[in-house]
């Protein structure tokens, strides 16, 4: 992409117009000045560009063209021309190649306030593509730009979606920092909507590090931000977090009554929300071992799934199994599960990927079908490191060491021991 210094764009725009250098002549601006600004040795003052300006537009008009430019057209530099283009394109583009495109013309002209956005957007792609690494990576030199240009108003939705990029992919702990982070920040800009997503977010991590109180905590702070008749379906979101995390507590009575609660609230039957509504309430009777119940609220919820939110659908799968699986029913949880697992990977849902999984060991253990563990042990170990849950890669690699000496594979079982012993290693380095 080539941009016009301003004398170039004074002989190319009277070029267009069939123009001489005299049919730009006024009493202020002479052939030697016209001549002179066109071979770059003058510069265009603005009376000299609204003049200029003035006389384009009146040679388009005899030639019945349509042409739109004003004086800061002949006065920007190729620098400004750039910058405003880029920017311009990085507000309506969304595929790679475009963004690289942009980002190379930033790196030419040096253009900072670009660059972060062309990061930004980059970052954005990727997340898209469900490829957080470098969503992570991008957002990150985002950041860093804008602090280096004090353009910071971005930053809380910035690191919002940084704590997106390590929470989805299961890393908890590091997701955790950037949503303190985001709210932090969004407190200092006054950007109400990402403190709210931050908090709900803390609270969601803190639950899954199996921090309950702190996520209880969190979901009050969180509550207390919100005017349910305005945040209607965060609020919703809300009270289902708050009842997971008296269900992690063991008190499903407690977590069932804040479910009928919210289906009190005569929530519209297309919302996807029910789903998790149904969904859970299936769980929490479950784990009461009321099988009826269960099955009633996980069938609902399969039957709203499908219908408008195919996404979480493997949820529904992979979690109903455990009523079959607790009444000896392991064929029907098996198919039940490995359905699940398809829908999953489409989905890239790492943690119902790994959830699925380790039903499947469940039932397999009990089953002491040595040769389908192995195979599951061995896919499982893949999304455990993806998600960086290297204590859980140790029990998996111990597992299959233990398999292999019963049968009597030394090799192999001295294969996975030392697998185990050095991710027990890298375990206690990084801790320290």
Not at 111 to 119: E, I, R, T
Not at 160 to 179: E, H, N, R
Not at 196 to 217: G, Q, S, W
Not at 271 to 295: E, H, M, Q, T, W
Request: with cysteine; proline share 1%; net charge positive.
């Amino acid at each position: 992409m080539k941009f016009l210094t301003c004398a170039e764009k004074l002989k190319s725009t009277r070029k267009y117009l069939k123009m001489k250098q005299e049919d730009l002549v006024t009493e202020n601006i002479t052939r030697g000045l016209i001549s002179m600004i066109e071979a770059g040795k003058r510069g265009i003052s603005t009376n000299v560009a609204l003049k200029l300006v003035e006389k384009f537009h009146q040679r388009a008009k005899e030639l019945d063209i349509e042409f739109k430019i004003d004086n800061s057209f002949l006065l920007r530099s190729p620098n400004e021309d750039a910058n405003m283009y880029c920017l311009k394109k990085l507000k309506e583009i969304n595929k790679y190649n475009d963004i690289k495109e942009i980002l190379e013309i930033a790196d030419k002209f040096d253009l900072l306030n670009v660059k972060a956005v062309g990061h930004s957007k980059l970052g954005g792609y990727y997340f898209d593509k469900k490829i957080y690494d470098k969503a992570f990576l991008n957002y990150n030199t985002a950041i860093d730009i804008f602090k280096n240009i004090n353009q910071n108003e971005t930053i809380p939705y910035l690191y919002l979606m940084i704590g997106l990029s390590k929470a989805i992919p299961l890393q908890y702990t590091d997701a955790l920092s950037f949503f303190y982070l985001s709210e932090h920040y969004s407190i200092i800009y006054k950007d109400k909507k990402t403190e709210n997503r931050a908090k709900y977010n803390i609270a969601k991590c803190y639950m899954k590090l199996n921090k309950i109180d702190l996520a209880l905590e969190a979901i009050r702070s969180f509550l207390a931000l919100l005017k349910k008749e305005q945040d209607y379906d965060k609020y919703i979101h809300a009270h289902i977090l708050k009842a997971n995390c008296y269900e992690a507590k063991k008190k499903f009575n407690i977590a069932i009554e804040i479910y009928d609660s919210l289906l009190s609230e005569n929530i519209d039957c297309n919302n996807p929300v029910l789903g998790y509504i149904y969904n859970n309430l299936g769980l929490a009777y479950l784990n009461k071992d009321d099988f009826k119940n269960s099955l009633d609220y996980f069938d609902k919820a399969e039957q709203l799934r499908i219908k408008i939110d195919p996404a979480n659908l493997c949820h529904t799968l992979i979690e109903k199994s455990g009523v079959f699986i607790k009444q000896g029913l392991y064929n029907e949880a098996i198919t039940l599960i490995e359905f699940g697992l398809k829908q999953a990977y489409s989905n890239m849902d790492n943690e119902y990927l790994i959830k699925g999984d380790y039903e499947l060991i469940r039932i397999y253990e009990i089953l002491k079908d040595s040769s389908n563990l192995k195979k599951i042990y061995l896919n499982i170990t893949y999304f455990l490191k993806t998600s960086n849950k290297y204590n859980e890669l140790v029990s998996v690699y111990t597992k299959l060491s233990i398999i292999y000496l019963n049968e009597n594979n030394i090799e192999e079982c001295k294969k996975y021991l030392l697998l185990s012993l050095e991710m027990n290693s890298n375990c206690y380095t990084s801790a320290v």
